[in-house]
């Protein structure tokens, strides 16, 4: 069973390239930040790399309008609804990734060492999330029966978002305790909260798939 019929290409080609282009502006968002962390972080890289991802959520914009426009005409306006639904969704990553690069720049914000390393790993945690996310979206299209069938990708991205709950907690525990003004911990916790929100945002879009499978059934 297919959610996309043949002439329903063009449509399909356009969740793909929204999928890329959302998937690249993760890959860019993160190389801001191993950047920001490295010895070569000065302030014109660092507008480079920025730029590079206002770039990509630029693209991830571009296609969702696409995704929108093309939809007036098909499918039955439920299958319609949640289709551009999952789409805004999807974009929203881009649009996060932006918002959090733009703050961390203008701001010219640099978090401590000892959160570093963990943030990293919370940002690699969750491009493995963004790759589920674009297979199971994959096979939301094309292998519509397999995914009812077998949801283990959805189940993935949210063990996947569990560990990234587990490093934030742990981060949270370990900042708040640290020789820091109050302020300062509070304002570095907003950058890391953001991020870690990205993964919850992932999550509810697992989520969100999983309710049109299950709203397909009735």
């Known amino acids: 069973m297919l959610i996309f019929s043949k002439k329903n290409d063009k449509i399909s080609k356009y969740f793909y390239a929204q999928q890329e282009d959302v998937a690249d502006c993760f890959e860019k968002f993160e190389d801001f930040f191993k950047l920001l962390f490295s010895e070569d972080a000065t302030r014109n890289a660092l507008e480079s790399a920025k730029v590079a991802v206002d770039n990509a959520e630029n693209a991830a914009d571009e296609e969702l309008i696409r995704i929108v426009n093309s939809m007036k005409e098909t499918f039955l306006p439920a299958t319609r609804k949640n289709l551009i639904s999952l789409a805004q969704a999807t974009?929203?990553?881009?649009?996060?990734?932006?918002?959090?690069?733009?703050?961390?720049?203008?701001?010219?914000?640099?978090?401590?060492?000892?959160?570093?390393?963990?943030?990293?790993?919370i940002i690699a945690t969750t491009e493995d999330q963004v790759r589920l996310l674009y297979k199971a979206i994959d096979k939301l299209l094309n292998d519509y029966a397999g995914l009812d069938k077998d949801r283990k990708v959805l189940y993935d991205i949210r063990d996947e978002e569990s560990r990234v709950d587990k490093i934030e907690a742990m981060l949270h525990e370990r900042m708040f305790a640290a020789d820091l003004p109050l302020f300062e911990k509070v304002y570095y916790w907003d950058v890391v909260e953001k991020v870690c929100n990205i993964s919850d945002l992932i999550?509810?879009?697992?989520?969100?798939i999983q309710v049109m499978l299950i709203e397909r059934e009735a």
């Open 91 to 121: 974009d929203s990553i881009a649009n996060k990734c932006q918002s959090i690069v733009r703050k961390v720049y203008l701001e010219k914000i640099m978090l401590p060492e000892d959160v570093r390393s963990d943030l990293l790993q």
């Open 203 to 208: 999550e509810n879009i697992a989520d969100q």
